[in-house]
């Protein structure tokens, strides 16, 4: 995405999606937790799996401004896949693209995990939205797309949501959506190779909030702290690091 957004940072949190107004830490470091298992794939984040792993929530990148509607974004992976979570307050769900491989940010509500191998140029940015619809572009570092819009897909990447209201319904209030991706390591991997424990990659989370009670719509993101405002989501100085680890409990190093 190439426009001018004010994006947000995270925080951990033990807490829902309603709760976490606390100052953004300077440098954002995330825990991917293993498990062993493939998880129940069904949006709603039910799955025992997902107990073990931190929930980490947005802010706002200013720590003085606050967003109105929070959320929450954990990760878990094993030896073939990296699982994204969400679930995410949402008064008013809208989307207005129900097709794959689109640009969702400008038809609505979206949530985008940016995440790049160490040691690559190249990254990838996917996409969920709140009725299930998959996008995956591949970036150079200059920020252009590797084959346009379509030629390059994810293969075998999965997305399945959950929404507490009706989408696309501005008489009435909604409650949230909650999200699953599934994403092959394989694909994700562009290097090569298996991902180790204590395997440092970098991300980046965002999510746009399209919604009839605000003037505007609401950008919010996963990404280390400034006091200045970003202008591009492909910023990547600001972009987080995810550290692969066995248990959450396992204390990180950062090189």
């Known amino acids: 995405m190439l426009y001018r957004l004010l994006f947000v940072c995270l925080a951990v949190s033990t807490a829902t999606a309603e709760t976490a107004k606390i100052k953004p ?32 929530t947005f802010h706002a990148q200013i720590a003085e401004n606050k967003i109105r509607q929070n959320g929450i974004i954990k990760f878990l992976w094993n030896d073939k896949y990296l699982y994204i979570g ?19 940010y400008r ?8 995440i790049r191998q160490p040691g690559d140029t190249l990254y990838w940015e996917l996409y969920s939205t709140p009725a299930g619809n998959r996008t995956s572009f591949l970036i150079l570092g200059g ?14 990447l999965k997305v399945a949501s959950v929404m507490d209201g009706t989408l696309n319904n501005w008489h009435d209030k909604d409650k949230k959506w909650t999200t699953e991706m599934i994403v092959p390591i394989s694909e994700l991997a ?23 009670y605000y003037r505007f719509r609401e950008v919010s993101c996963v990404a280390d702290y400034s006091p200045k405002i970003i202008t591009a989501h492909h910023g990547q100085d600001y972009w987080g690091r995810l550290v692969f680890v066995k248990k959450a409990s396992a204390p990180v190093k950062l090189k």
């Open 190 to 212: 562009l290097k090569g190779g298996k991902i180790k424990p204590g395997e440092v990659w970098r991300f980046f989370v965002t999510r746009i909030n399209f919604t009839r």
């Open 107 to 114: 038809s609505g509500d979206v949530l985008e995990v940016f």
């Open 143 to 156: 920020r252009s797309m590797i084959g346009g819009d379509k030629d390059i897909v994810m293969k075998g």
């Open 86 to 104: 969400a679930e995410l307050d949402d008064d008013d769900l809208v989307q207005n693209d129900l097709k794959d491989q689109q640009h969702h």
């Open 25 to 56: 830490p300077t440098k954002v470091v995330a825990k991917a937790v293993y498990t062993k298992s493939p998880i129940k794939f069904d949006g709603k984040l039910d799955d025992p799996a997902w107990k073990t792993a931190p929930g980490y």
